[in-house]
């Protein structure tokens, strides 16, 4: 197979093959669940055994009774028939009286209810017993000597319909410590399974089925939810392969425009609202494509921090401000440019030693060169990092927190790094003049800042109104559109030397 197709694939196809082997591990838990849950449904038993009236009202015959003269005469008959008809639970209705006998089919009256087995529940002056066919047989006797029996409609129509055969399933219903089988199979020849469903008034029902049983009840859900499964795994894998097929593209084109050295620093001036002086500036890349095309950082760096491409990336960078900054005249003492270093490259000291070295090959003093790092990713050796960082700033190199209060260090980062600079983030400079929550933390970050005797500069300014009010809260290090844009360093040099002939950057924009 191609390796390129390979690598692309075998991450989705890994998580394909794992997933479905983990939802063939889980077949028996989703069917037991199923179950359940189609038992939970169906065993809504209408039977009411709070008392003996309850009963008979859940069978939907209470009004029967007041109706009867316990004769067995056509009226009774022609009653009996019409209870029977209108409830739904009730199959058959005979009436005993000490003289006569009847039911729904008239003067005959087949079943005996002192014939009726003894292991039944008893309610009061009611007794339940299971009778042929998965029903139940109720009889209500009376004080006169007289009985009313009921015959339900079948448990297991009531229970599963006609989803499995009949030998599958055997139900128990129990009520308080008494118990009767309403369905039976020989349990001796099949291997069961037990599910319990509590019901109110002290009643249960439970249901021992076999593999069979289960499969045929939850088969039509099963497959349902087997399908729908894979079809949104097979588009996740598919999606996951697509975008691997992306970022490797992505990837490959980094890779050629490291080559081409493709990828240029911009440079955005950081300038005091106050003094008007230009006293650094951020640098940020972009990727100058042989196509003529910019693209702007946010399209590709996760992409290049992901694949580590970045270290590549920032040494070049780094190569060419160095270059920049060396072939700047006039700058004033304090100038410096930024350049941002992911927190990883920061663990490692090659990193602090390499740029050393190119700021004494280009014969710059250190302090001309400072390291933003984000708060937005996390450091993996923080104990490296800090004594790379310990390195820099002892050879006059400041380090600033980026995008402060947005990310994962929060200020722990500047109790335990060498920071002396807060970067604050356009995020919280955009609340300026709004009623937006965050512009609290504004106020807090720079009352932080302040106890801390911190350098704050304010990230992503783009109107006078915000340099005001950060000016009233003694924030004077600007950076933003208010005053300029990135730009390639041939408009910068022109920016500078503007500010310096003029000794106001203010309105070189
Ligand atoms: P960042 O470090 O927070 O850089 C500031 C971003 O805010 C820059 O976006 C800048 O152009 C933008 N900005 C500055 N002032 C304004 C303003 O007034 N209005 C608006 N709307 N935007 C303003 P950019 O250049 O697109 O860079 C985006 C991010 O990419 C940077 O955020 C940084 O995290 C990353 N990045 C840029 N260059 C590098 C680099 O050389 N190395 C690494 N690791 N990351 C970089
Ligand atoms: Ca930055
Ligand atoms: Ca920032």
Known sequence: MNKSIWLRWRQPLIIFVL???????????????????????????????????????????????????????????????????????VHYLQLKTPKNECSVYGYVAPIDPASIINKSIKINDISISPYTNNRLIIVKHFSNGASLLAVSEPFTKLLYHSKTKRENIAITLTYKNQHITISNVNKKTTKHRLFKKDLPHNFSIEVFVTEQGINDVTKKDLYLINSVSMFALIVLCLLLGLNNNHQNTVKSMIDNGIRNKEFIPYYQPIINSVSGEIIGCETLLRWHKSNGEIIPPNAFID??????????????????????????????????????????????????????????????????????????????????????????????????????????????????????????????????????????ILNAIITFGKKANLIMIAEGVESLDQVEYLREQGVFLIQGFVYAKPMPFKDFKQFIKTCVESDNCLDCK
């Open 303 to 440: 992409i290049a921090e992901k694949n580590k491409q970045i270290y590549e990336i920032t040494d070049l960078l780094i190569e060419q401000v160095t270059a920049d900054i060396a072939s700047l005249k006039d700058l004033n003492d304090q100038f410096y440019a930024s350049i941002n270093v992911p927190p990883h490259q920061l663990e490692n000291q090659t990193f602090a030693t390499k740029l050393l070295q190119k700021l004494s090959e280009h014969d710059i003093s250190n302090h001309r060169l400072a390291i933003e790092i984000t708060e937005r990713t996390p450091f993996t050796d923080f104990e490296s990092a800090k004594s790379v960082m310990q390195r820099l700033i002892d050879n006059d190199i400041s380090i600033k927190l980026d995008d402060a209060g947005t990310g994962f260090g929060g200020f722990s980062y500047l109790q335990e790094l060498p920071i002396n600079t807060l970067k604050i983030d356009k995020m919280f400079i955009d609340t300026i003049g709004t009623c937006d929550v965050k512009a609290n």
């Open 19 to 89: 997933c479905f082997a983990g939802l063939g591990l889980i077949q028996n838990f989703i069917k037991s669940t199923l179950f359940q849950i189609d038992l939970s449904n169906r065993a809504n038993i209408p039977l009411d055994t709070t008392d003996s009236a309850a009963v008979l009202r859940s069978l939907g015959i209470s009004n029967l009774i007041p109706q009867l003269t316990f004769t067995c005469s056509p009226h009774d008959i022609s009653e009996l028939r019409m209870a029977d008809q209108d409830s739904t639970h």
